[in-house]
């Protein structure tokens, strides 16, 4: 069965520094990976995806993420990070009939000034 | 251009009743899904429609149903409301219900049961 983790609850950053939430993988074929954002009171919305292909996958808003398939891992990253990233952020793999999102527990990234 | 649009935003029902939930996919988009958010934990898949048929279902108990209209808008229908039900639904709506496509999210309609 197609899962992912995301193994930490909280990352802390500081405005400027680069950013990295992780998440890791498990699937049974090949891995369409997504990563989405989630502000307060609000829906997903949709920052990137991995279907094939580069291994660095480039998004919305300055997000990048970087597909490892040896490590089973669709870390997201920004050079740098701004106060307004702050936000609780989801991976997501497709389910290997194609149809159902399977979504991580989520990420909640703090940017301080 | 108009996003995934749902219907309300906010609603507060008494247990034992019934709700319905709408949602209006992107123009364009056949493919019509909705998901459960409790609070503190990643969205949890309940129904997927795509042109008009029910292509998959989570693990929800038959309380819970949803059809798609010729217009691809949709409906969750959950029945005999149980505080467990309080959450954030959300409609996830893509151009086809394919693995290679993203997905799509309205703003959500929080549930209250009380």
């Known amino acids: 069965a197609q899962s992912v983790a995301q193994p930490e609850d909280q990352v802390n950053v500081a405005e400027g520094n680069p950013l990295t939430v992780k998440c890791t993988y498990s699937v049974s074929g090949n891995p369409y990976l997504f990563w989405y954002v989630q502000y307060p009171n609000r829906g997903l919305q949709f920052l990137l995806k991995y279907i094939t292909g580069d291994n660095l996958v480039k998004g919305s808003y300055g997000f990048e993420a970087e597909f490892n398939k040896s490590q089973t891992s669709f870390h997201l990253k920004k050079p740098s990070a701004l106060v307004s990233d702050s936000a609780l952020y989801f991976c997501?793999?497709?389910?290997?009939?194609?149809?159902?999102?399977?979504f991580g527990q989520g990420t909640e990234l703090s940017v301080k000034p | 251009d108009a996003g995934v649009t749902q219907s309300p935003t906010h609603l507060i029902k008494t247990r034992g009743q019934q709700v319905t939930l709408r949602c209006s996919p992107i123009?364009?988009?056949?493919?019509v899904s909705w998901y459960q958010q409790v609070l503190g934990q990643g969205p949890q898949f309940i129904f997927q429609y795509y042109e008009k048929e029910e292509r998959g279902r989570g693990n929800f108990p038959d309380r819970f149903s949803a059809r798609q209209f010729p217009n691809y808008s949709s409906e969750l229908n959950v029945n005999a409301l149980l505080l467990g039900d309080s959450a954030l639904y959300l409609c996830?709506?893509?151009?086809?219900?394919?693995?290679?496509?993203?997905?799509?999210f309205g703003q959500g309609t929080r549930l209250t049961v009380v």
């Open positions: 123009s364009g988009h056949k493919s």
């Open positions: 996830a709506s893509s151009l086809w219900g394919g693995e290679r496509t993203e997905a799509f």
């Open positions: 997501a793999v497709r389910d290997d009939q194609g149809g159902k999102l399977i």
